[in-house]
């Protein structure tokens, strides 16, 4: 692998879930010919992580972000779609990839208050991976990622249990057991989410200095504008299952293209009483993930509706410097594109099972 | 504006515990909330702020009490009622609350018409039908489909219970609304909504409001006056703009500079070492003395005192360093630069 190859590679990654595990629904659904009925979790999803990068994935809640991450962790298996890692997919794996694998990435979860064993001490906690993946270690090693996590003095914490640790220092163990394999990918679940402003911030500083000193590339996802532009250098807005635009931190948020990105970054309250805050014009809740509407699925509640959304949206440049994507329909010239036609209405609804 | 309509004066709350080591959890709390304000409520989880809406209208759990203080209501001391005249003369009538988790308050089992009707049958003399038309009327308000009324709690999804709720509290007309972290369960998009209905409701129905929250932000923007708490005190309380504009308390000053602001993303945040105390037994010190970067000896001797800031009105700080706050955390904290906003529009 040369120095410039993407850590991860997503391509054209779906995750769909049936809605029924029922017998007699599946029965009913063949004799009536009708395809099961789907929730699209995750759909035809790209994404490339660089060395070094944060890619943050934003979204409002059942938007998909959670499924996408455990798509990747390797937790469910993508209904189609490609995942590469390191070069090699993920689909190729055997017994020793997938350990190798597991070794390489790994989770900072939403809630330390539950993702931590109760009964590990912080030294067990933390010492568990190096045993799991046989890497030899001595006390010094744990003391020294402590100390690295902000968790000074070493000596103090590392005989605790988590009941006698803060929810910062509960996150920060989390943190420490994620980098103590020297992973090469951290994905980060909301890890702030849960904490008091005062000890947000430090979690963000520490996730922030993460990456330029550990080397790793990271994948945050968050519901919160605000927290994620601390972090990631790229944002992907994550609206139903899919991806509607994508652009670097600052450029995202100062010109936002997206009529859901803009609706999104109006909605931060922004803590200063002297500034007047435009309010996003849109409809409040996503629409239902089962019975999504065809074409592009934020039209129901687009201010900028048109008759054209009724197909799906290709991902187009809309600068032409190749740096950022937006899926919509405002920002291509419909007629200039027509050999490369949108793909019809009909072709990402779910075809009858074979 | 001296019209107060809810009074806090030197209050303390303490849960009884077995062990007989009693949790202080509000001390020597102060602020009052003018007629027509919205008051804003910040402060960690922990720090009591619960504990005072539970106070207001006597929801107190059964090991909690009001030991010392007064709580005036319009005037009137409220803090020795007993339960029967709580419900007769505070609860929805006068405050009503819109709870922390909208989800789980609403009753599975009945019709939010039916819920409506029997809210009405103890507190008004209204009939069925007027009952339900006046939920009409409010459902309008709040900007549900009115047909909805008779469905169940779980047929609406979190941010239509949430409106829901918000019908509910403004049913009989009260002059307090103690709203608890009314959007935090919800999406952003959604917050905005719900806070700037609420919003609305000050000119249209003349209310005050209480709005109870970790989201320092909010409470910017939506409030005209504040308080600040940590560890069971009152740490600052005046205008949101006095307190954003001449932060007097470390923790206010530190808070404010915790908190992201996606306008400037290069900021540095700042950081609040440590946690607030256990508030086990006497509470004689200042709790945020272990945290703060200047203090003295003295912050740990006695609690300490209310410093009105000069030259503002109801503005005040409970540190003893008070008046050297603006150079000391000068000092400390990188200046807020003339930096640019990086969202385009709108400013």
């Known amino acids: ?354 | 504006m001296t019209d107060p309509i809810l009074e806090f004066e030197d209050v303390d709350i303490r849960y009884r515990t077995e062990k007989g080591n009693d949790v202080h959890a509000v001390n020597d709390a102060s602020f009052s909330i003018n007629r027509h304000d919205y008051f804003g409520l910040v402060g960690e989880s922990g720090c009591g702020k619960s504990t005072i809406a539970d106070a207001i209208v006597g929801g107190l759990d059964a090991n909690g009490e009001v030991t010392s203080g007064t709580i005036r209501y319009k005037g009137e001391e409220i803090q020795d009622y007993s339960e029967k005249e709580f419900n007769q003369n505070v609860r929805w009538k006068e405050i009503s609350v819109i709870p922390q988790s909208s989800m789980n308050s609403l009753d599975p089992v009945m019709k939010l018409s039916n819920q409506a009707v029997e809210m009405a049958k103890y507190h008004t003399d209204l009939t069925k039908t007027e009952a339900i038309d006046r939920l009409r009327e409010l459902f309008e308000v709040v900007g549900l489909s009115e047909s909805r009324i008779h469905d169940y709690p779980h047929q609406f999804s979190g941010g239509m219970q949430q409106r829901a709720i918000i019908a509910f509290a403004l049913y009989l007309r009260p002059s307090l609304i103690i709203a608890d972290e009314p959007t935090t369960a919800l999406d952003v998009i959604m917050q905005d909504q719900i806070i700037d209905y609420i919003n609305g409701l000050k000119d249209d129905w003349d209310i005050s409001m209480l709005m109870i929250t970790h989201d320092i932000s909010v409470v910017f923007e939506n409030c005209d006056s504040m308080a600040v708490m940590h560890g069971g005190q009152v740490a600052e309380t005046g205008s949101v703009v006095d307190v954003y504009d001449r932060p007097r308390h470390p923790y206010a000053i530190l808070l404010q500079n915790a908190f992201p602001d996606v306008r400037f993303p290069d900021r540095e945040l700042a950081v609040i070492d440590g946690h607030p105390p256990q508030l086990r037994g006497e509470v004689d010190f200042c709790t945020f003395a272990d945290r703060c970067p200047w203090a003295q000896p003295e912050c740990r001797e006695g609690a300490p005192d209310a410093q009105a800031v000069a030259g503002d009105d109801d503005h005040q700080a409970w540190c003893v360093r008070a008046d050297e706050m603006e150079e000391l955390a000068a000092e400390h904290l990188e200046p807020k630069a003339e930096e640019e906003s990086i969202l385009g529009g709108g400013e």
């Open chain 1, 1 to 354: 692998m040369s120095a410039t190859d993407p850590v991860l590679e997503l391509e054209s990654v779906d995750k769909h879930f049936q809605t029924t595990s029922s017998f007699v629904e599946s029965v009913k659904e063949r004799i009536f010919g009708e395809g099961p009925k789907l929730v699209r979790a995750v759909d035809d999803l790209d994404m490339t992580l660089e060395q070094n990068q944060v890619q943050g994935v934003i979204g409002e809640s059942g938007c998909g972000k959670t499924t996408l991450l455990r798509t990747v962790m390797g937790l469910y298996d993508p209904t189609d779609g490609d995942i590469r890692f390191q070069g090699k997919s993920t689909s190729e794996f055997g017994k020793a990839d997938w350990k190798e694998f597991r070794r390489k990435v790994q989770i900072v979860f939403q809630d330390p208050f539950n993702s931590l064993d109760p009964k590990f001490s912080v030294r067990r906690t933390i010492a568990e991976p190096l045993e799991i993946h046989d890497i030899d270690y001595e006390r010094s090693d744990i003391e020294e990622m402590l100390e690295k996590v902000g968790l000074t003095p070493a000596s103090q914490y590392i005989q605790q249990f988590p009941n006698q640790l803060s929810g910062g220092e509960k996150q920060r163990v989390a943190i420490a057991r994620a980098l103590i394999t020297d992973p090469e990918v951290i994905l980060a679940d909301e890890p702030s989410s849960m904490l008091d402003v005062s000890t947000q911030a430090s979690i963000l500083n520490l996730l922030n200095d993460l990456t330029s000193e550990f080397g790793v590339s990271m994948i945050y996802i968050s519901h919160d504008l605000s927290t994620v532009s601390y972090v990631c250098d790229e944002i992907n807005v994550m609206y139903l299952g899919r991806i509607v635009e994508k652009a670097e931190t600052r450029e995202l948020l100062s010109d936002p293209k997206h009529p859901y990105t803009k609706a999104l970054i109006q909605s931060i309250p922004i803590p200063d009483p002297h500034h007047k805050r435009e309010r996003a014009t849109i409809g409040g809740e996503p629409g239902d993930p089962i019975d999504m509407p065809e074409g592009c699925r934020f039209k129901t509640r687009c201010p900028e509706r048109m008759d054209v959304c009724d197909r799906k949206p290709r991902d187009v440049d809309p600068d032409g410097d190749g740096e950022r994507t937006v899926a919509c329909h405002l920002y291509y010239d419909h007629e200039a594109t027509a050999g490369q036609a949108d793909e019809p209405a009909g072709e990402h609804t779910p075809e009858t099972p074979t």
